[in-house]
């Protein structure tokens, strides 16, 4: 049974999820790899874009939940940061903004620019919907399907647009991804976006009652009556991980089975979450999807 939690008194293995640097490092190393599949060395600036841009959506998502919530329904530490700390927050996060922007701005080239805004502007759409247009709406796109989908292709964004040849105007671009050169990586991004949608998911799922009280829809709530399947979701994964490997080679290959590491780990944690406790499993959930480190290392 989960003990009740003393807000504000964090324990230090909190800090990653409070401050919101797990997703950024996952986007980072996940970025890295597809960047592998692809064969392009990315420049300094785009994984430093994304790390800032990452940040900044997750601390935004929570820095309004936070102004949206009554203080007394708030359930975890790291909203109940965002709260304490909002002006301290706001003032780091614009300056992060301002940073993203400069760098932006001496660095990207139009065609990265017109890829980033793509990007950007569905981003700020599901911000705009899920936090204040349709935040109650019972019928809204579950929000873990939009984070996951926007997760996924921020992360191939800049290692597919340099795969690109340089001379290739952005209105061939298309064409071109659907050609056999970007073949490799539709599976492993499709795997990935599943990953990433298992992770929300399971997270929605330990997190209901916070949910509730927040006054916010997760697919979990939404799926009450298929708690089975929910929690077979990490399994499934990577039995269809394995299969796509098994058929695969390389980097592809090697990506698949850091979706089937990610998936069992997440999968055991599930299974554990239980006993140690939402707090623990929240902590841990994101960094069952830093395997590629390990590829990143050895290949």
Known sequence: ????????????????????????LVALVWQALFARI?????????????????????????????????PESVQTQRHHFYIAWRWPVLGVSIAAVLLALTIAMTHLPSREWVASLILVLPTLAYLLSHQFVHRGHPLRVPKELCIASLFALGTVLAPAVFALPPE??????????????????????????????????????????????????????????????????PWLLALL????????????????????????????LDRFEYRIGRQAA???????LLTPIAVLLLT
């Not at 600036?45 to 601390?59: D, E, F, K, R, S």
């Not at 071109?176 to 499709?190: D, N």
């Not at 929240?282 to 069952?288: G, H, I, K, Q, S």
Request: proline letters at 4%.
């Open 1 to 24: 049974m989960e003990r009740r939690i003393k807000l504000g008194h964090p324990h230090w293995w909190q800090w990653l999820v409070i401050l919101s640097l797990d997703a950024p």
């Open 38 to 70: 692809l064969y392009v060395d990315l420049p300094w600036h785009q994984p430093t874009l994304l790390g800032l841009a990452v940040w900044v959506i997750y601390v935004a998502d929570r820095w309004i939940e936070g102004w949206l919530l009554k």
């Open 168 to 233: 290739l105007s952005f209105g061939h671009a298309v064409h071109v991804i659907g050609s056999a050169r970007f073949s490799p990586i539709g599976l492993p991004l499709g795997l990935f976006g599943l990953l990433c949608l298992t992770n929300l998911v399971l997270i929605s799922a330990w997190e209901k009652e916070v949910d509730v009280r927040h006054g916010q829809t997760s697919l979990a709530l939404q799926l009450s009556s298929r708690r089975q399947f929910i929690h077979g979701l």
């Open 241 to 268: 991980g394995l299969s796509t490997a098994m058929r695969s080679r390389g980097m592809v290959q090697m990506t698949e089975l850091c979706v089937v590491m990610s998936a069992l780990f997440l999968g055991v």
């Open 282 to 288: 929240r902590a841990l959930v994101d960094l069952t």
